[in-house]
């Protein structure tokens, strides 16, 4: 895979002060709390065609539900802290129904299914070929890349994340998410992914090699990427100094999906993405200095 398809992002120290707004606060993430969701022993396919077909299947299941308007089905498929970001911003599972419903989906077409298992979450990428509307506008009907992140939740298999990189040739600015989250998650996703970027930021290879989950994946305006794009281009990207706004923070069993606005111009060879802010995804697994990204989704594109 050419070194151009990735869009790896950084952020600054100072991205501790975007926070939720949420005047209650909640216990930090703990994977192995009490409160956490638990998953049921699934049986996971033996070989990486096993994954790609169980992948395809929720891909289609998912898409069916959006596409026959089954609003039920489409809630029943997520966690109840579920997020998805899309080129308008974040969502939780309540603010992605209207969302979603509001896209008249029609004739999806999945293809180039990828999938990995890290631990107990399945993380898949997909391109789709699908009509869609926003606002009245049609969107793009070209193979464009997806993103989901599975866990078995009580025997079913239900989305923690979700990105969708469909957008208008012209890609606006998000707006503010409009769940405020948890005071105490948000901060600590916002620290996360500090420390995780800063070390790419600061050509700490070494160390942001270690934060990356084996099988994760990315999904960028170039398409899917792997593990081994995104070390490949924390070498050569040159970015502006990143900030971050609007963190949402919560919790699925293991994993923490965190999301922000991010704005941060970066050069990778002859690709140059704008200094504009975009909607940005990460799945982190575990916690604390063991916790490792499984998942990246970013929205900008070149203008």
Known sequence: MSILLIAPMFLSPLAFAQAGSS?????????????AQTSTAATWPSDSAGFNTLANKLFSEWFEQIASNNMKGVMDSMQPNFQSVTFMGAFDAASSISQIAGLG????????????????????????????????KKLSSNAMPRLGVWQ??????????????????????????????????????????????MAQHKKDLPAFEAML??????????????????IKGAQMATTTEPKIADTRATQCGDLLVVTCN??????????????????????????????KVIALANTNKPK
Not at 23 to 35: E, K, L, M, R, Y
Not at 159 to 165: G, H, N, T, V, Y
């Open 105 to 136: 989906t029609k004739s999806p077409k999945i293809s180039d299914v990828i999938a990995t298992r890290v631990g107990d979450a399945l993380v898949a990428t997909c391109l789709v070929n699908v009509e869609q509307m926003q606002d009245g």
């Open 262 to 291: 991010l704005t941060m111009g970066q050069k990778i060879g002859w690709t140059t993405l704008p200094e504009d802010p975009a909607p940005f995804l990460a799945v982190f697994q575990g916690a604390g200095d063991a916790a």
């Open 152 to 197: 078995i939740v009580n025997g079913a298999w239900k989305l923690a994340a979700w990105a969708s990189l469909n957008s208008p040739a012209i890609r606006p600015a998000p707006s503010v998410a409009t769940f405020p989250g948890d005071t105490a998650l948000n901060t600590q996703g916002a620290a996360m992914l500090t420390k995780f970027l």
């Open 23 to 35: 005047a209650t606060s909640a216990p930090q993430f703990n994977p192995t709390a009490p409160g």
């Open 213 to 230: 989950a084996q099988g994760m994946q990315v999904v960028n305006f170039k398409g899917q990427k792997i593990r081994d794009d995104i």
